[in-house]
């Protein structure tokens, strides 16, 4: 037998487990690295964050990935090469922060590698029926594996499309796993370059929980502030702070087709980027907004997404508790206005919940390797709100 086979049944029959999640999400900010402990798996998972850090891109990692980022043409020969330079780069990463933890590669069961999104194509907004639903995320884990000798998961966003998804949002899965009361209806809300939420209703009934993006998060308001202030996004809101909010942008940004659109739904940055933002200032004729004000606008715009689909959820399951995640949560001026909209909701983030908001989608990845293993996809099975039952993420081997 190949020795890594009988490695991988070794971890997969393990008590416990060591993995690593990470997550580089739209807003190309870092590489998130979560090291967590895990116990059991399925209804039975019990999950505890060990260690947690970013590793902030540089311009020249940020620029790269720009390079192909959410594109419909890219330069083909920097696609290949980025592929592989972020799989070694991630693994790279891996292994510094091994080492300032004191911790040995060795003792590390799996990595969990999300991978960069470099383009999201639902059906919905190609428009190419024939194709169906589509999604490609790079850095590839064989470089992460050989790199790191770990054995590495990944490319989980593909068997959710083939069984029928839209490749995201995943977070429902480990959301679900770890975070399900049997009192408390709760939204598990991320607001990161997108905004998306896990409904989890008071009991656990796997049947009517389900996922969705909303809209825009953050991935507007870092567009404008980058280009208008020259910084990568607007410190606690305070740029939003200064301006006026333009309630006719508001109102044309909100009129776009994917709102109309039933749930669960997913969108990126493909859609949510400054050409979309021109095409709505042109057609609204607004001539005078001052770049605060438009910053405080797109604030306003991701806040009211958001405010208007809890608004929604609000008709069928009362009282709902949110809990925040995500980079945004630590925009004042945006859960500002959102909390003020929700009186009916409580608010709380998801360290109440044992887990570091800024690192839980990373979290989220490497629950979703610890069902790779020794999961089962079955434990979805009876969900009608769009989840597939299936486990996820391919496997690569060190060797
Ligand atoms: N102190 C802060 N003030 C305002 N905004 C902040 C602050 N800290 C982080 N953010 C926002 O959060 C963003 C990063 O969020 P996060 O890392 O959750 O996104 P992501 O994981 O890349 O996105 P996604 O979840 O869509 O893949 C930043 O780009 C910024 O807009
Ligand atoms: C295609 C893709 O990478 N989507 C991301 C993105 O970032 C937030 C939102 O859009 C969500 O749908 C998803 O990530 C989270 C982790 C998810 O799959 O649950």
Not at 11 to 30: F, H, N, P, Q, V
Not at 72 to 95: I, P
Not at 149 to 168: C, L, N, W, Y
Not at 361 to 369: G, I, K, R, T
Request: aromatic share 8%; hydrophobic share 40%; proline share 5%.
């Amino acid at each position: 037998m190949n020795q890594q086979i009988q490695r991988l049944f070794e971890i997969a029959s393990k008590k416990e487990r060591l993995i690593i999640g990470l997550m580089s999400g739209t807003s190309l900010d870092g590489l998130d690295v979560a090291l967590c402990h895990f116990q059991g798996h399925g209804r039975r998972t019990r999950a505890r964050l060990e260690k947690f850090d970013t590793i902030p891109y540089d311009d020249e990692i940020k620029e790269e990935i720009r390079s192909v980022f959410a594109r419909t043409e890219v330069d083909f020969q920097q696609l290949c090469l980025l592929h592989a330079w972020l799989g070694k780069l991630h693994g790279s990463m891996v292994l510094e922060l091994l080492e300032n933890w004191n911790i040995s590669p060795a003792s590390v069961d799996l990595v969990a590698s999300h991978g960069q999104t470099v383009f999201h194509a639902p059906v919905w907004m190609h428009n190419k029926p024939k194709f169906g639903n589509a999604t490609l995320q790079i850095g590839d884990t064989d470089h992460l594996a050989v790199r790191t000798g770990i054995i590495s998961v990944g490319d989980f966003r593909q068997k959710h499309v083939a069984a029928g998804g839209e490749g995201a949002p995943l977070a429902a899965y480990g959301d679900y796993l770890l975070y399900s009361s049997a009192h408390e209806n709760r939204v598990l809300l991320n607001i990161g370059g997108i905004a998306n939420y896990t409904f989890l209703p008071a009991g656990g009934n796997v049947k009517t929980m389900f996922a969705t993006d909303v809209g825009p998060g953050n991935t507007l308001i870092d567009a404008a502030v980058q280009k208008f202030f020259g910084r990568p996004f607007d410190p606690d809101g305070s740029i939003a702070r200064s301006g006026e909010v333009n309630e006719t942008l508001i109102s044309a940004l909100q009129s776009h087709p994917f709102f109309k659109i039933p749930l669960p739904k997913t969108t990126g940055p493909e859609l949510f980027n400054l050409s979309f933002l021109d095409k709505k200032l042109e057609e609204t004729g607004i001539k005078t907004l001052s770049p605060a004000g438009l910053v405080a606008s797109l604030t306003a715009f991701a806040a009211a997404c958001i405010v208007q689909e809890m608004k929604l959820l609000l008709e069928k399951y009362r009282p709902l508790t949110i809990y925040l995640s995500g980079g945004g949560m630590h925009n004042p001026f945006l859960t500002g206005m959102i909390i003020d909209a929700l009186p009916d909701c409580k608010f709380d983030t998801t360290q109440s919940l044992g887990i570091n908001p800024d690192a839980k989608e990373a979290v989220l990845f490497a629950a979703l390797a610890n069902e790779t293993v020794a999961g089962n996809g079955a434990t979805f099975k009876g969900n009608t709100s769009g989840l597939p039952a299936i486990s996820m993420g391919k496997i690569s081997f060190p060797r």
